[in-house]
T-cell receptor, first 115, second 116 residues
Framework: NAGVTQTPKFRVLKTGQSMTLLCAQD?????MYWYRQDPGMGLRLIHYSVGEGTTAKGEVPDGYNVSRLKKQNFLLGLESAAPSQTSVYFC??????????????FGEGSRLTVL | AQKITQTQPGMFVQEKEAVTLDCTYDTSDQSYGLFWYKQPSSGEMIFLIY??????QNATEGRYSLNFQKARKSANLVISASQLGDSAMYFC?????????????FGAGTRLAVHP
């Protein structure tokens, strides 16, 4: 039961470097999300997607880009990493439907450090 | 704008006792959902319980219950008979439907420590 898988789990970057976080889900969920978690601030939504080929901005989208070329994958990109982007990143997915609660199924998180 | 507030940064409780974690929310929507998630020190997010805004009964899941007071806009989590394994961060979250999309926001969390 893979569920939601994030890669990589850990990464250290230098300021200005770029990288991509990959999220894959095998539950055929329509919705996918990227959150960042910082101490004392809970989880904040970066970007989300309601289906293949569609993305939208969340609460804190600046400095990030996303793509959803395939339904099962949601990529989060940092074009020019900054120390303020040091965080733990969570990917999540949820089904779409009027009977669904909207419960999120989370990946295990990716810890990113920008020096 | 929607908002979730958890006013208790940290709580502690004796093993086997009950504890209430507070959550208040703000929304003008009539249809919404409220969640609680647990995050142990290992980091994963674990779904605990869900309450829909139209649900008349408070949600319960084993030792977890959600004390839903709609007029006060509160959705407190009650953990009965605390166990050492309940020590974790707990997040309250709210889902609503807007602009054709489900959206979900989280509170800042409460760290619970269960003492033997």
């Amino acid at each position: 039961n893979a569920g939601v898988t994030q890669t990589p789990k850990f990464r250290v970057l230098k300021t200005g470097q770029s990288m991509t976080l990959l999220c894959a889900q095998d539950m055929n969920h329509e919705y996918m999300y990227w959150y960042r978690q910082d101490p004392g601030m809970g989880l904040r939504l970066i970007h989300y997607s309601v289906g293949e080929g569609t993305t939208a901005k969340g609460e804190v989208p600046d400095g990030y880009n996303v793509s959803r070329l395939k339904k099962q994958n949601f990529l989060l990109g940092l074009e020019s990493a900054a120390p303020s982007q040091t965080s733990v990143y969570f990917c999540a997915s949820s089904p779409l439907g009027t009977r669904d609660t909207g419960e999120l199924f989370f990946g295990e998180g990716s810890r990113l450090t920008v020096l | 704008a929607q908002k979730i507030t958890q006013t208790q940064p940290g709580m502690f409780v004796q093993e086997k006792e009950a504890v209430t974690l507070d959550c208040t929310y703000d929304t003008s929507d009539q249809s919404y959902g409220l969640f609680w998630y647990k995050q142990p020190s290992s980091g994963e997010m674990i779904f605990l319980i869900y309450q829909g805004s139209y649900d008349e009964q408070n949600a319960t899941e084993g030792r977890y219950s959600l004390n839903f007071q709609k007029a006060r806009k509160s959705a407190n989590l009650v953990i009965s008979a605390s166990q050492l394994g309940d020590s974790a961060m707990y997040f309250c979250a709210m889902r609503w439907f807007s602009g054709g999309y489900n959206k979900l926001i989280f509170g800042a969390g409460t760290r619970l420590a269960v003492h033997p």
